[in-house]
């Protein structure tokens, strides 16, 4: 009942001529039944929701304000993403986490803001390497759904990213079996606080040095539903192969 989801996160990379890659893109993503999704910078999501339009590739942004308008030099509002073309925002990133100082209620806000600007949140969480050192994964990921997902999200559908902090841009990934446990207890939390249907209905995606060589190996883990993918999403070479091996799943 889940459609499963490749997710790009751009991160701070992109110009204009990195909207050939979103072209590039757009064949393999219409010959698979999976969603994908790329966030590239604020800048770029207009130009990249124009080259995306027509083809099976939808837009988001990689954050938002949590209030709706206002004297907030320099931020961007969930509608004005909607405005620009995308249809989902990626919230509680974990380098927003660490270079913003942003915790599990201010992600909350920024995820209520995106449900009701009709914006999909793709909300992160993960450990550090000392949390995963010290036994702590499962308190510190509790905690972190806990908080930052709203209360109620009115049947809106959310995603959430699994991105232990120590796997991204790292090369490391954790095994299988560390996936599976991390995965499994975000599904029973969800059921715990939302009800069985919604836990079911939500895709939890691993993200953390997903590659074109490992995506199989994560995908057919239980509970995987898709990847959020920071650097091999950047081009349409390495990106198109990871969608293809989720689709296979
Ligand atoms: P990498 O795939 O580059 O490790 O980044 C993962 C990530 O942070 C996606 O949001």
Known sequence: ??????????????????????????GPAASVDCDVLICPPATLIERAARAAMGSAIAIGGQDCHARETGAHTGEISAAMLRDAGATAVILGHSERRADRAEDNRAVRGKARAALAAGLMPVICLGETLEDREADNTLDIIAGQLA????????????????????????????????????HGF????????????????????????????????IFAVADVDGALVGGASLTARDFAPIIAALDAA
Request: glycine letters at 10%; hydrophobic letters at 40%; aromatic letters at 6%.
């Open 147 to 182: 908080g930052s997902v709203p209360e109620d999200p009115a049947g809106k559908p959310i995603v959430i990213a699994y991105e232990p902090v120590w796997a991204i841009g790292s090369g490391l990934t954790p095994s299988p079996d560390q996936i599976a446990r991390v």
């Open 1 to 26: 009942m889940r459609r499963k989801l490749a997710a790009g996160n751009w991160k701070m990379h992109g110009l204009g001529e990195s909207l050939a890659q979103i072209a590039e893109l757009a």
């Open 186 to 217: 975000l599904r029973d939390r969800l059921a715990h606080r939302f009800g069985r249907s919604m836990a079911e209905a939500t895709r939890l995606l691993y993200g953390g040095s997903v590659k074109p060589e490992n995506a199989a190996t």
